[in-house]
């Protein structure tokens, strides 16, 4: 309900406000106080506006009254120490309609302010005294000290305005309590120099022996390596299903002269894809130009430009019926976006993690491949080298770079595990069961997370990683924080139980999580800086995390290098395709990381130098050359290395050259008994003497 007008008036006695149509056929005093603007006025004006004026002209101070709402805070004038509460005579009602101002008995001596409109006046609970000339000299000295303590309480008692967040500013927060704030104390920033609890080491237990799952008794050629991932069976997969597609495009109607492939036919084609990442052409024709600079020898003696082309236009990995089948699903929750990939994407990453254990420190990254095809899938990346393609999520061993796991990212879908995609992809790439415990986890700040760590930490999994700082568990205090201008080397830290939140200024301000990490232990790194216009090393302090993640974060970064030094990747008008040269490249460099791993387990110092991967490539593909000359009846009769069986073998040449801790005897509580012997299929060490023979009890368990 809107207000009269008011006439605005200055008279010998004051400045008083009247009513436009007066109620009681009266004027009301709202204030008796002379203001020296207004002098001279008279005019018709709304009530807000006078208000304005009034709280305008007095410069009184108005702090709000806290309450239990913020629709119910009120403004409360602050007194003047002189004065008394007899200024103001309030209605008992709270209602803006019912309100009716009336003249004080006698004029104020000093100012008062006026809140704005849309505010209420708290009524007050007291019964002002009367104001009166000679109330000062009749007061005893007492009476005027316990008055004074009584209006200072009272001023001291007004609270605060509200900050955001409803606590007040510079206060604890909403609900807050002297034991919140005693809490914040605790949760301080604390330095370098105070020490901080290690945490209990995560006590590893991998599934099986980290390292190769192969015999390295053995000696493992390139091809075999290789065929480890592109089995016998997989090849015939794709064979078969290349052959009914370009059946299928023939009757459709194409224009191409099409001749059965075979295993000889696949494996050059499959050489010759190899030998295009080693050398490296503008136009792919240019490989059977015969004028120089372009006269190769190969691929024109393998193969014809012709057929090339026509195993690479039919090239499937999936049976093209059950393509058909899956389109017509095509909107339905049953489509399947990875179908035509599905046969082989799930091989591989099948190989990849039979034929490898990770050590104990691993890493999940993101990994881009190259594409500008015109499908959802396609995903922009900005921080990466290469910003559009398709994503793979990839876990990968930090200490070889060894892809152990990975899926392909297809866009926006409901979690299979309730939380955001940083959380689960984190889950989907850890199988525990066929992983095994104690493994130490690196991510970066996309998948870091504290309810990640400690939902890990309780499957025995440590973790590390940088962290954003906008994250809602990152800690807010302020409290002994590192300066706008620390110096390079300096830390805070705090530990909120097994999580531990590390700051630390490096050429800029470096925020870390952990859970196996204690705060700072004495590590320093190099650092170049310019001093005097002299570049020179200098040793800064760093925290543990910083050290190790540094250390061991690299994995997939590792492997996408290695992988693009010589990349099989070629540019296709089908995105499926495009999935076919990585997986490709998967295969090739984890075949080379076996290999190393491999030779270094052989442990013979004479042996001949190990194939770089470049070398490694040449002599991949070379093989594939010699394999695809046998006749195609010892072909198909010359599958995959046969099983191994479960037969003791030494480490080394003989039982002193190397010797390990006897898994049998671990499990049964003695961990200190070493063992030269170990089984060559399930790579496990175990004893193997005339007096305790742990080789049969293990596999009669296992059986």
Known sequence: MSQPPLILTQTAGGTFLLPAVSHHGSPILLTTQPIATMAGRKKTCTTEEVLAILAEDSGAAILPVDSESDDEDLLQPELHPDSSDS????????????????????????????????????????????????????????????????????????????????????????????????????????TREEK???????????????????????????????????????????????????????????KYVWKELTVRDFYVFLAIIIFSGLVHVHLRSDY??????????????????????????????????????????????????????????????????????????????????????RISMKQY??????????????????????????FVYTGKSESTTGHGLSYSSVMDLLPLPLLGQ?????????????????????????????????????????????????????????????????????????TMCSTVHEAFSGQTVQRKVKQAGVWQTKTVPAPDAVVDYNRSM???????????????????????KTFFYHFMDIAVVNSFLLYKELSKMKNDPARTKPHTQKSFREKLAAEMLEFAGVPAAEAAAAPSPPPLTCMPVYYGEDATALRKYCKNCSNAGNKTVKTPVYCRKCMVPLCFTSRKNCFMEWHDQTL
């Open 438 to 510: 104690g493994y130490t986890l690196f991510v970066d700040n996309f998948y870091t997370s504290p309810a990640l760590f400690e939902d890990l930490s309780t499957k025995n999994i440590g973790c590390c990683g940088t962290i954003r700082k906008n994250k809602m568990e990152f800690p807010r205090t302020e409290l002994n924080d590192l300066p706008k201008k620390a110096e390079r080397g300096d830390l805070r830290w705090i530990r909120r139980g097994k999580i531990l939140f590390v700051k630390w200024m490096d050429t800029r301000e470096v």
């Open 87 to 190: 200024d103001y005579v309030l209605p008992p009602s709270e209602s803006d309609e019912d309100y009716e101002p009336k003249m004080a008995s006698a004029p104020p001596s000093h100012p008062q302010p006026s809140s704005p409109a849309s505010t209420q006046l708290r009524p007050s609970t007291r019964t002002p005294p009367q104001p009166s000339s000679s109330s000062s000299d009749s007061e005893s000295p007492e009476e005027t000290q316990h008055k004074r303590k009584g209006k200072a309480s009272y001023k001291s008692a007004t609270p605060r305005k509200r900050g955001r967040g409803g606590s007040p500013r510079g206060g604890s927060p909403r609900g807050g309590s002297p034991s919140s704030r005693t809490t914040e104390e605790d949760l301080r920033w604390h």
């Open 381 to 406: 990346t900005k921080n990466k080298p290469i910003k559009w393609g398709y994503k793979l999520f990839v876990l990968a061993d930090s200490s070889t770079a060894y892809t152990w796991n990975f």
């Open 196 to 254: 901080d609890q290690r945490p209990e080491p995560c006590r590893f237990m991998p599934a099986r022996v980290p390292g190769p799952a192969l015999d390295p008794i053995t000696a493992w050629s390139p091809l075999s390596l290789f065929r480890m991932f592109f089995s016998s069976s997989v090849v015939q997969r794709l064979i078969d299903n290349t052959n009914a597609n370009a059946l299928k495009r023939s009757q459709a109607g194409k």
């Open 554 to 576: 690299g994995g997939v970064d590792v492997s996408d290098a290695l992988i693009g030094y010589y990349s099989v990747h070629h540019k296709t008008m089908k995105w499926y």
């Open 288 to 373: 059977w130009r015969k004028k120089w600079p372009y006269n190769f020898q190969f691929p024109s003696e393998k193969m014809s430009r012709t057929r090339f082309e026509v195993i690479l236009w039919s090239l499937h990995m999936s049976d093209p019926k059950e393509d058909e089948e899956n389109e017509r699903k095509r909107n339905t929750p049953e489509y399947d976006r990875l179908f035509k990939i599905k046969p082989l994407y799930t091989d591989i990453v099948t190989a990849c993690k039979a034929h490898f254990q990770p050590h104990q420190n691993i890493s999940i990254d993101e990994r881009m491949v190259a594409s500008k095809a």
